[in-house]
């Protein structure tokens, strides 16, 4: 679990139970995201600040080349970055002394949320609707990732994926549905929702919601199975 501590300070927790008992890992940064081992941040003077999970007082710099970022998300070897005007798709890691080659994604979407080891991606337009995309675009060597709705889908406004479920806060009840089939079959994705609401924020990982609701509670959740 990884949230935003007090003067943006980040802290990070890997208890199983509740409450959580975060550590810090720096201040100063205005966007973060976790993926495959690592957890990435951004900071005003346009630079990514990366830090493996095994080893996390080594923290890298990147110049990530956009500015403001305003939210990431990574699977561990791809990033996407939302900027003032679009969304932003490239490889995590720079080779020795290279610029990240961004691939334009979209002026539509506001938000992506990425899972390690997953061929999809998914994101938020600027209505509110869940979007679907490759991973494989943004290493195709195509001009830009495509997007496509994804149909019936509540309308949100935060997702979280963890490579088999999308979960998000729908936009009128402040309450959490989630997909109830994996999303790597043919078939169309089937939505639960969880009975609290007052939610503002979420991440999901091994069906496993941690949530932070208006007072700024965290919970832990499990994914409906039905």
Partial sequence: MVKKGNKGQLDCATSQTLPLQPTSRGSGKTALAVGGDWIVQYNSTKDFYLQSIDAPL?????????????????????????????????????????QRDWIYSSSNIQSTAMAANSTAMYGLSKSNILHVAKVDDIMSGKDHVYWNPVARAPVFTSIAYDGKRVCGIKKAETVIACTTNDLATPLSPTWSQLPESDWTSLALSNNQIYAVNAAYAVKRIAAPTQ
């Fill in 58 to 98: 080594q923290e890298l710099s990147e110049k990530a080349d956009l500015s403001p970022v305003s939210q990431l998300s990574t699977d561990g070897t791809n990033i996407c970055a939302t900027s003032s005007k679009s969304i932003n798709c490239g490889p995590l890691r720079l080779q020795s002394g290279s």
